[in-house]
């Protein structure tokens, strides 16, 4: 099921006055998400990288149920970044650090990730909705950053539509990846063996698939199957 393409406050949905945008699909998302996120989060501490975090909504979430980690949100584009940062306020949080302006296309994410300003070694990044919206190098870059960024028991969770063997899983996603591709030709669904080929560039392997609900997945990437 498609959740969304529209850049947000873009989309007829209500802006507060401090910037705070609101995304309808995380409503619906954020809590099947959370249970994931949280079997491998639970009892951890450590630092937490959001990749593409849109309105800011699901850092808020995930960082109000999980004290001792720490999270940084980013993206790319300026209204998100007030965005996350006015729900970083509002939600006065200890354990959410400003946005971060990390475009994923370039490997190398962004200066804060290497000279000391942003988080160290990673326990996990978390990316939701992105890489089909965005061009293939998006991906590259997301999966060269998490390889460079991950210690040795992190993970990168990757949630959205996937396609297997080169087949859609739902009707849904198939016509939603087509109006992906009619709008950006760079934009689609990407295929879970793309992406694991990709994932071995960068060090990491596919150790988990997770179904989620209205036909999304949650892929979750580590550095060797076994840990
Ligand atoms: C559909 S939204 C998903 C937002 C959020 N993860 C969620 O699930 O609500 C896609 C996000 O990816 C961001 N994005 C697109 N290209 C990007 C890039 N090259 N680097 C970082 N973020 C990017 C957009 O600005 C947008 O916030």
């Keep these: 099921m498609a959740e969304y393409v529209v850049e947000f406050g873009k989309d007829g949905r209500p802006v507060e006055p401090d910037g705070r945008l609101d995304a309808a699909a995380f409503h619906r998302n954020h809590?099947?998400?959370?249970?994931?996120?949280?079997?491998?989060?639970?009892?951890?501490?450590?630092?937490?990288?959001?990749?593409?975090?849109?309105?800011?909504?699901?850092?808020?979430?995930?960082?109000?149920?999980?004290?001792?980690?720490?999270?940084?949100?980013?993206?790319?584009n300026e209204n998100h970044l007030k965005s996350i940062e006015a729900w970083r306020a509002y939600a006065s949080l200890p354990n959410i650090r400003p946005p971060l302006r990390i475009d994923l296309s370039d490997p190398a994410w962004c200066p804060a990730m290497h000279d000391g300003s942003g988080p160290a070694e990673l326990l996990a990044v978390f990316c939701a909705n992105v890489i089909h919206i965005a061009p293939w190098r998006v991906a590259e870059g997301l999966f060269a950053g998490?390889?460079?960024?991950?210690?040795?028991?992190?993970?990168?969770?990757?949630?959205?539509?996937?396609?297997?063997?080169?087949?859609?899983?739902?009707?849904?996603?198939?016509?939603?990846?087509?109006?992906?591709?009619?709008?950006?030709?760079?934009?689609?669904?990407?295929?879970?063996?793309?992406?694991?080929?990709?994932?071995?560039t960068a060090g990491l392997v596919l150790v988990q698939t997770v179904q989620m609900p209205a036909n999304n997945m949650i892929l979750v990437f580590g550095r060797t199957a076994d840990t």
């Design 146 to 200: 998490a390889g460079r960024y991950l210690g040795s028991d992190g993970r990168l969770f990757l949630y959205g539509p996937f396609k297997r063997d080169g087949k859609h899983t739902a009707m849904s996603n198939a016509v939603f990846d087509t109006s992906l591709r009619e709008q950006d030709a760079e934009w689609g669904v990407r295929d879970i063996a793309d992406l694991e080929k990709l994932a071995g």
């Design 31 to 76: 809590q099947p998400i959370w249970s994931v996120l949280q079997t491998f989060l639970a009892g951890k501490s450590g630092d937490v990288v959001e990749a593409g975090s849109g309105t800011g909504q699901h850092v808020v979430y995930f960082a109000k149920h999980s004290p001792d980690i720490t999270w940084w949100p980013s993206d790319l």
